[in-house]
């Protein structure tokens, strides 16, 4: 904004473009949820979690800062039924215990990651999708 109304580039907006982005970069590759991420302050903001689904296979939520675009193209749409079945599975585990739970959650975990593998082989081409092993 500053570059627009002014029409120059000065090079201390150049410096905080770049620590703005570093800022952001670690934040989305950092594996943590801060509670001072920007995904807390602006809604549609990307976090480390949104980010971390992205690598598991590179086929999904390419957006680095804005969900939006995401949503719009539809590359969310894995990431949108992972959080739902998160949800759900932890509604069904409120009542049982730590070790319950945390089996639970590292099944689900497998499974995603399956699937993150199958989608990276089908985008590759390369090999055959590996088939998709549910844990119970």
Same mark, same amino acid.
Request: zero cysteines.
């Given at each position: 904004l500053y570059c627009w109304y002014t029409r120059n580039l000065h090079i201390f907006t150049v410096y905080i473009w770049i620590t703005l982005r570093l800022f952001q970069a670690i934040d989305a590759h950092s594996g943590y949820d801060f509670p001072w991420s920007l995904q807390h302050i602006i809604p549609f903001w990307s976090g480390a979690e949104h980010h971390d689904f992205h690598h598991m296979a590179f086929t999904n939520n390419f957006s680095t800062s804005f969900r939006w675009c995401d949503r719009i193209f539809g590359t969310d749409d894995k990431y949108r039924d992972y959080r739902a079945r998160i949800s759900a599975q932890k509604a069904a585990m409120k009542n049982k215990s730590k070790s319950e +739970?945390?089996?639970? #959650? +590292?099944? &689900?975990?497998? #499974?995603? #990651? %399956?699937? *993150? &593998? +199958? %989608? #990276? %082989?089908?985008?590759? *081409?390369s090999t055959p999708a590996p088939k998709i092993v549910k844990v119970q």
């Open positions: +739970r945390e089996e639970a #959650e +590292r099944n &689900l975990i497998a #499974e995603i #990651e %399956a699937e *993150g &593998l +199958r %989608a #990276e %082989a089908i985008a590759e *081409g």
